[in-house]
């Protein structure tokens, strides 16, 4: 186990922000847990690949930096096959182990960066497909009860990027590992607009799991920013949902928002769609700014800072609350939080 003092955030977090925690532990092996007390030297969070957590200020305590690795899989019967990741494994890379072991189901989801672990946090998701769909069950740490717990998909109480260890249970558990239900016979997914925009021209018949993945990579890459190149966290605001009336009201004025209905009777506005309008696209305070090509995207153009960042925020969601009377809620996790105005 690797643990280090006073360490720099800034290269943990996709984002990128400058930061310090106090303490740093490197978590390989799920015997290092019992010896680790989590309130041991003030609080402690977990983090994984860091493509969801902003540093918009200093952890006053230690962070565990999960690095659990492992990659099993268990068939079923002659088309389903049970696949368990460890949580420090980086997402990408068991979606392309996936593909490459003919285990399919995942291809939507290809390139979404952060570790497995990170997943079930805000049941992640893309063109038409969400961990929920997938999930089987998790295996976590319980820091309250001091042992590994498994934990059905129902239990984990997945929503629109939500969970209970986002939201009830925040800092309950450290998950372990994920299991995933995957077929050996490819059935794609294709409901999303712009996936079925991008495989114009395409019998769907003939497509096969690599293919569609390299759609929804094309797709990707033209739409979202590589945090390799340009540091950000994915979107950083949720698509609010809100009821039908109000989306009617909406509507009325504003006939070309982009809009789903969702399971409930409520509906789902396209987020980046009212920002856009407003002209936020390529917009910067200091070196925190708006993605060009996307405005539900934030981008840290180098140096930008927590005050720069929390002035943007404030910009955007004062001005979509003024404009349509919607109120947007980070995606990410906020650290060093403050009351959002709008
Ligand atoms: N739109 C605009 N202007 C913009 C951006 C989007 O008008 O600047 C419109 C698009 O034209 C489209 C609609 O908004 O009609 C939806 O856009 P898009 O398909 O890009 O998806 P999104 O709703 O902005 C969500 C997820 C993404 C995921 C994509 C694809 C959330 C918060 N975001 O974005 O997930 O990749 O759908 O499925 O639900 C993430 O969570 O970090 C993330 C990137």
């Known amino acids: 186990m690797k643990n280090r003092a006073d360490v720099d955030l800034s290269r943990l977090s996709t984002f990128r922000l400058p930061a310090r925690a106090e303490r740093l532990i490197e978590l390989t092996s799920l015997d290092q ?13 977990v983090l994984g690949g860091g493509s969801n957590t902003l540093f918009l200020a200093d952890w006053p305590g230690t962070v565990l930096l999960n690095r659990l690795r492992g990659i099993q899989t268990r068939p079923l019967d002659a088309t389903r096959v049970e696949v368990t990741a460890a949580a420090g494994e980086n997402w990408h890379q068991l979606v392309r182990y996936c593909l490459d072991n003919g285990l399919y189901g995942l291809e939507n989801l290809v390139m979404i960066p952060g570790s497995v672990g990170a997943a079930p946090m805000q049941n992640i998701g893309a063109y038409g497909v969400e961990l929920a769909d997938r999930l089987v069950s998790v295996t976590a740490w319980d820091w309250q009860a001091g042992q590994l717990v498994g934990l059905s998909r129902e239990e984990c109480g997945l929503g629109y990027r939500d969970s209970r260890f986002k939201s009830t249970d925040q800092g309950r558990y450290l998950i372990c590992s994920v299991t995933l239900s995957l077929s050996t016979r490819f059935k794609p997914t294709l409901g999303y607009t712009s996936l079925q925009d991008q495989m114009a021209g395409r019998d769907p018949h003939s497509l096969d799991a690599r293919q569609l993945a390299a759609a929804v990579m094309r797709l990707r890459r033209h739409r979202l920013p590589d945090p390799a190149r340009l540091a950000n966290a994915g979107s950083f605001f949720k698509n609010p949902v809100v009821e039908r009336a109000e989306a ?3 509507l009325v004025d504003w006939p070309r928002l982009a809009h789903w209905p969702v399971a409930d009777g409520r509906v789902k506005l396209a987020a980046g769609w009212l920002i856009e309008r407003l002209g936020f696209r390529g917009h910067r305070i200091g070196d925190a700014g708006v993605y060009r090509n996307h405005a539900l995207v934030l981008v840290n153009h180098g140096r930008a800072t927590a005050d720069q960042l929390r002035e943007l925020i404030n910009e955007i969601t004062e001005a979509v609350a003024t404009e349509y009377g919607v ?3 980070p995606e990410p996790r906020l650290i060093g939080q403050w009351a959002i105005k709008g």
Do not use: Q, S, W
């Not at 847990?33 to 969070?45: R, S, V, W």
């Open 327 to 329: 109120a947007l809620e």
């Open 33 to 45: 847990l019992e010896t680790i007390d989590p309130n041991a030297d003030g609080p402690m969070l």
């Open 248 to 250: 009617n009201r909406l």
